[in-house]
């Protein structure tokens, strides 16, 4: 058995967040950017149910016999990938920009802090094995 192992799950998850995290809050300020950009439509990046479902699903994944098929989600977390969508602005006021700045500032807010948190577990996972690593000194 590889003693790294449990080890290693977890660093690729946190490794994993930070990145998703990192793509999350570029698109957060461009949207902020874009603010008075009239007809600018925010995008969205959703990552979470498809990070969850990486890590949840147990068992053997489904297979597909087909190209054509639709696959079920991913069986692995590096291949989350997330997705971008965006939300034109349906209210018929104004210059079509569905920017809200103060959504926006709430959300990077959001954002920040969940990777702060993931960075933060990271670094206890790193020192923990370097702990290991020095003979417990």
């Known amino acids: ?35 008075e950009t009239p ?16 890590i949840t699903r147990t068992g ?6 087909h190209p054509g098929h639709i696959a ?3 069986t692995d977390i590096v291949a989350v990938t997330g997705t971008i969508t965006r939300e034109p602005d349906t209210t018929g006021i104004g210059d ?3 920017v809200s700045v103060d959504d926006e500032m709430l959300a990077l807010s959001e954002n920040e802090l969940l990777y702060e948190t993931a960075a933060q577990l990271l670094k206890k996972k790193l020192s923990v094995m370097k702990f290991v690593i020095a003979g417990g000194e």
């Open 1 to 35: 058995m590889n003693a790294l192992r449990p080890f290693d799950t977890n660093i690729h998850l946190l490794s994993k967040v930070l990145d998703l995290r990192a793509e999350n809050q570029k698109i957060i300020g461009s949207n902020i950017a874009n603010a």
């Open 96 to 98: 079509e920009n569905g």
């Open 39 to 54: 007809g600018y439509a925010p995008a969205r990046f959703n990552f979470e149910q498809e990070l969850n479902q990486a």
């Open 60 to 65: 053997m994944p489904l297979a597909t016999s």
């Open 72 to 74: 079920l989600g991913t």
